[in-house]
């Protein structure tokens, strides 16, 4: 044992960044949810410029990983992981760009007038919330049952989504002097839904990472909307 | 004993004196398919070819309990030659050994001494041997020179040329590009894959990236005890046993 002690030590350190990555995007979901609840412009642009950082962290986690593909030639469970740190990182950098989506909206719904928010936002986005600390949690314990709890719960999601939908379809009907907030609305609500999505694929990772399955979630809702129907 | 086995091992174990080297193997080795042979040095797994073609039997104190069948047939308990073993299981070495004769000769070699004497014969035994391992184009204005004036590359596939000129069912190659630079190592990686069409192959080899390259099957050898095996797509992504994971990653051996 211990006979590649620099290989272990960069693939710790490769392990290690990939979950401050996580935490970072973690934070600034938090940011975000604070930013809309308070129409807080300067927390918006604080969201948009941290996205910065986010990305250095995807490209030095990207360039680690490279090197060590390319020195070290690492197969069985140390390729695994290599291979799903390349893919998680790339999903956790689109969270982040989502936050700061749902920021560039934020900015644009401060300057208007003050409309009720789709009733099921909030929940919807404290759901896709827990869903990245989970996901967080599970890599850090290679908890194979909390990612999977990950996973499940895009379904609420994307339940919650088209509640919301619905809400801000009524509410258009109801307030057309207010078209413009709840498209702002409708656009949060969709980047939202596609954060858990990018959340769920990372927790899927995690079962190729700890049992070598193969098992990539994506998204059924192209399979039932694709159904035809005979009615 | 599955339909598709070329070799079977059974309960085998050998002993050099009193070094108890291969410990109650049980294997099948697939007709037509790679067999890669992994492990740390002194593990078993040179032992473990040289069984299947009777190398075993020149060393001295050497004995061997169990089952090796070849098509069903115990190769130590029938009244097959180890000549005609050897015909039918061919081998290939780590260093390139080809006879210091010329190119031509070192072809027809074997089936000359299997009694085919006609000139016109063993020119074509000769060049459909060279054109299979895919150097006839190279050799065919130079056969009467000397094979020691080649490189080394070229030596191991005019020695695989010599092994499939006598039409062997198996060829056993034990690390046969350790000893090559990586242009004539992926010569012979892309004429094991060719061959394995026609004939079984089990590959003796310390190179990970080799073995997951061109094997169907791999076997991790440990002590003289078959750790682990299974198709090397699984075996390399994700290995049942930790030994064999520490082992193919590089943290131990």
């Known amino acids: ?231 | 004993m599955s339909e598709n086995s070329k070799f079977t091992a059974r309960n085998l174990n050998l002993y050099y004196g009193d070094f108890h080297a291969l410990k109650n193997i049980n294997f099948e080795i697939e007709a037509n398919k790679i067999t890669a042979l992994i492990g740390p040095s002194g593990c078993g797994k040179s032992t473990f070819l040289k069984t299947l073609n009777r190398m075993n039997d020149f060393v001295e104190g050497c004995k061997i309990e169990g089952d090796v069948l070849l098509d069903g047939k115990d190769i130590y308990k029938t009244d097959m030659s180890a000549i005609e073993l050897r015909q039918r299981v061919g081998m290939v070495f780590q260093q390139p050994n080809p006879f210091p004769k010329s190119i031509y000769e070192n072809v027809a070699y074997g089936p000359r001494i299997r009694g085919i004497k006609k000139k016109s014969e063993l020119d074509e035994i000769v060049e459909t041997s060279l054109r299979e391992v895919g150097i006839w184009d190279e050799f065919k204005d130079r056969l009467h020179k000397s094979a020691l004036g080649l490189s080394g590359g070229q030596q191991q596939r005019l020695c695989i040329a010599r092994t499939v000129a006598v039409h062997p069912e198996v060829v056993l190659m034990d690390e046969p590009t350790s000893a090559l630079d990586p242009i004539s190592t992926m010569k012979i990686e892309d004429l094991a894959v060719e061959m394995k069409k026609k004939y079984t192959i089990v590959i003796v080899t310390h190179n990970m990236q080799q073995a997951n390259r061109i094997s169907d099957t791999t076997a991790f050898f440990l002590l003289g005890e078959l750790i682990e095996t299974g198709a090397t797509k699984d075996l390399f992504l994700n290995p049942k046993n930790k030994k064999t994971e520490e082992y193919i990653t590089g943290r131990f051996g």
């Not at chain 1, 989506?101 to 986005?125: C, M, N, Q, R």
Request: proline residues 2%; glycine residues 2%.
């Open chain 1, 1 to 231: 044992m211990g006979t590649r002690k620099g290989y272990d030590l960069e693939l710790k350190e490769i392990n290690d960044r990939v979950e401050t990555m996580g935490k970072q995007v973690l934070l600034a979901i938090d940011r975000t949810i604070i930013a809309l609840e308070k129409m807080d412009v300067v927390a918006a642009n604080a969201i948009m410029k941290n996205d910065a950082l986010i990305d250095a962290m995807e490209t030095d986690i990207e360039e680690r990983c490279i090197q060590i593909v390319v020195k070290q030639q690492p197969i069985a469970s140390d390729w695994r992981r290599l291979a799903s740190y390349m893919r998680m990182i790339s999903d956790l950098e689109r969270i982040a760009d989502n936050c700061s989506d749902i920021a560039i909206y934020i900015k644009k719904l401060a300057s208007l007038k003050t409309v009720t928010p789709p009733a099921h936002l909030g929940e919807a986005f404290s759901s896709m919330r827990q869903m990245v600390a989970d996901m967080v949690e599970a890599f850090h314990n290679e908890d194979l049952q909390l990612a999977e709890k990950v996973v499940k719960a895009d379904d609420i999601i994307d339940e919650l989504f088209e509640k919301n939908v619905q809400e801000i379809r009524d509410a258009i009907k109801a307030d057309t002097d207010a078209i413009e907030q709840y498209l702002d609305y409708l656009f949060i609500d969709k980047y939202v839904e596609r954060m858990a999505d990018h959340v769920t694929a990372v927790a899927s990772w995690i079962s190729f990472i700890t049992k070598g399955e193969l098992n990539i979630m994506f998204t059924d809702r192209y399979a039932r909307e694709s159904k035809d129907n005979p009615q």
